[in-house]
């Protein structure tokens, strides 16, 4: 059950910029590891970026790699997703998951942001 609210998404021309949002929304935030996932029509959902509790151990997809970058900002108790010289097949519903690897784990998703991408 989708629980998070991103935010960020809309339509941008191929070489433009969107930044993501995802609140933990009351969350024990300094707990949670954040990540990234999309899913394009007619595809699986699939892993974009990750970024531990500590704003470490960031993980990406390969062909996002130098042009995307997650952050998290524990005063907002929020992940980021900058997404920059986006391309047509980054167009995708983008959701956001926070989850916690300690006992006892938790994990939550978001309801995902529309990204859309024009020539």
């Known amino acids: 059950q989708a629980v998070l609210a991103e935010s960020g998404g809309g339509s941008v021309q191929a070489g433009g910029s969107l930044r993501l949002s995802c609140p933990a929304d009351?969350?024990?935030?300094?707990?949670?590891?954040g990540s990234w996932y999309r899913q394009a029509p007619g595809k699986e959902r699939g892993f974009v970026a990750s970024?531990?509790?500590?704003?470490?151990?960031?993980l990406y997809e390969d062909s996002v790699k130098g042009r995307f970058s997650i952050s998290r900002d524990d005063a907002k108790e929020a992940v980021y997703l900058q997404m920059n010289n986006l391309e047509l097949g980054n167009a995708a519903i983008y959701f956001c998951?926070?989850?916690?690897?300690?006992?006892?784990?938790?994990?939550?998703w978001g309801k995902g942001t529309q990204v859309t991408v024009t020539s």
């Open positions: 970024i531990n509790r500590f704003g470490g151990g960031i």
């Open positions: 009351g969350r024990t935030f300094a707990l949670l590891d």
């Open positions: 998951k926070v989850n916690k690897t300690t006992y006892p784990t938790v994990e939550y």
